[in-house]
């Protein structure tokens, strides 16, 4: 699989992939530290890129087991932070990409063939937020 592509998110942020990203594999601002808890509660609960899931969690809510949520960090879709103790912790984003790769490998789909999916849809839908911004920004 391509390690150059990043999956990008829907409100415009870049989420990098772990090739792209220092020893550790975390992601995104500060990706050198463990994650930090930043802003109010209130902030926290509305940001869909806070790592607020431990594994067992993420593999509860979206039925599957913690090796699945493993094998597409392996698959370099989503790498999660790291809490301080080492720890994976998943963030209501990555969820929906797992929750993704889950569909496609039931219905058969390589788990390869289906990261490389997610990320292209999710190439098009950033490329459709942006076409449309720059319509409303023109007219």
């Known amino acids: 699989m391509d390690q150059t592509h990043q999956v990008s998110h829907p409100r415009g942020e870049r989420h990098h992939r772990a090739s792209d990203t220092p020893a550790g594999g975390r992601t995104g601002p500060g990706a050198d530290k463990p994650a930090a808890?930043?802003?109010s509660p209130e902030?926290?609960?509305?940001?869909?890129?806070?790592?607020?899931y431990s594994m067992g969690r993420a593999a509860e809510i979206l039925g599957v087991s913690p090796a699945f949520l493993r094998s597409l960090g392996a698959a370099k879709l989503i790498e999660p932070l790291r809490s301080e103790g080492g720890h994976r912790r998943f963030s209501?984003?990555?969820?929906?990409?797992?929750?993704?790769?889950?569909?496609?490998v039931d219905a058969g789909t390589a788990l390869e063939a289906a990261c490389r999916i997610i990320i292209l849809e999710?190439?098009?839908?950033?490329?459709?937020r942006i076409n449309e911004e720059l319509r409303r920004q023109r007219d």
């Open 43 to 52: 902030q926290r609960l509305d940001d869909e890129d806070y790592p607020a």
């Open 122 to 128: 999710d190439q098009l839908a950033e490329a459709l």
């Open 37 to 39: 808890v930043s802003g």
């Open 92 to 104: 209501r984003y990555q969820l929906r990409l797992a929750a993704r790769a889950r569909e496609l």
